[in-house]
């Protein structure tokens, strides 16, 4: 087979129309099958677009060399980019620290989707700056799923059970206030009640 031209061409033969994967995500394991010396080739181009999938990708590879392709887009783009490609920093032996204060920053801007996206992902980078962003998304974040899903990224860092923050009723039933809407002052306050109880949680 001649080489994929494009990173766009090789991820659609990989995981599917752009909507397959914005609907249903990516099977990791579709990347062992490809051609690594293909994918090395067309990942720049997918790392230069901020594509997520080029950032699990090189994660994937597990190749240090592919360190500073990643790196140099370090700091630029957010949502789910920012907090794949901080992991993908990392996990080829990179600047954890500057990758990490990335993905926290982008926890604090963007669309309603692209911070879900960093609350969900966050959970895979460890450390106390993690842990005080979500509690923060926690208290501060006007939208429901972007708190729940940072609640139970902070569930998943402390090995908290269950894991699913419904089951944890005295954190729940502040973080769903005005879950359809633009929060009240008095459900800011809830927020904040949710944020101190995961503290608490987290602090056993």
């Not at 677009?49 to 060399?65: K, M, N, Q, T």
């Amino acid at each position: 087979m001649p080489p994929v031209a494009s990173w766009d061409e090789l991820r659609e033969r990989l995981f599917g129309t752009p909507y397959e994967v914005w609907h249903d995500g990516i099977q990791e394991g579709r990347l062992d099958a490809a051609d690594p010396q293909e994918l090395r080739a067309a990942l720049p181009e997918g790392l230069a677009d901020g594509d997520w999938v080029a950032a699990v990708a090189a994660r994937r590879l597990a190749d240090p060399s592919l360190l500073p392709v990643v790196t140099a887009r370090l700091g630029i783009g957010g949502g789910r980019f920012a907090v794949e490609a901080a992991r993908t920093i990392v996990a080829l032996g990179g600047d954890r620290a500057a990758a990490v204060s990335w993905a926290v920053d982008a926890l604090g801007w963007g669309a309603w989707s692209d911070r879900l996206d960093v609350a969900m992902g966050l959970r895979h980078l460890p450390g106390p700056g993690v842990v005080e962003a979500l509690l923060a998304a926690v208290e501060q974040d006007p939208d429901y799923l972007v708190r729940y899903h940072a609640a139970e990224s902070l569930l998943h860092l402390g090995g908290i059970a269950p894991l699913d923050i419904t089951g944890h009723p005295e954190v729940f039933a502040d973080l769903v206030a005005g879950a359809d809407r633009e929060p009240t002052a008095e459900e800011r306050r809830q927020h904040a009640r949710a944020a101190a109880a995961l503290r608490r949680l987290l602090e056993r």
